[in-house]
């Protein structure tokens, strides 16, 4: 199983700390202008948010490059 499988199956698995961290230190206003800055569709940070669509590598990728966090640091957000 690759870790970001594992982290997803996780009970403790959490997608919501992940957007909010990027979401404040990009200071954007909401979601919507979160998927603009991650070049996505609305509903794919509401399936997120909302547990039915993981935190794929794709979009895993594009949080890093737009925040400047690490991978690390992406994955012990939505682990811990």
């Known amino acids: 199983m690759s870790a ?3 982290i997803t199956a996780s009970p403790n698995y959490n997608p919501n700390r992940v957007l909010d961290a990027i979401i ?3 200071q954007l206003k909401n979601d919507a ?3 603009r800055a991650l070049e996505v569709a609305p509903p794919v940070i509401s399936k997120i948010r909302h547990n ?3 935190i794929g ?3 895993l990728i594009r949080m ?3 925040s400047d966090f690490s991978i690390r ?3 012990e957000m939505m682990a811990s």
């Open 4 to 6: 970001l499988k594992e």
């Open 24 to 26: 404040e230190k990009l």
């Open 33 to 35: 202008a979160l998927s």
């Open 52 to 54: 039915t669509l993981p």
């Open 57 to 59: 590598a794709t979009i």
């Open 64 to 66: 890093h490059e737009i």
């Open 73 to 75: 640091e992406l994955r």
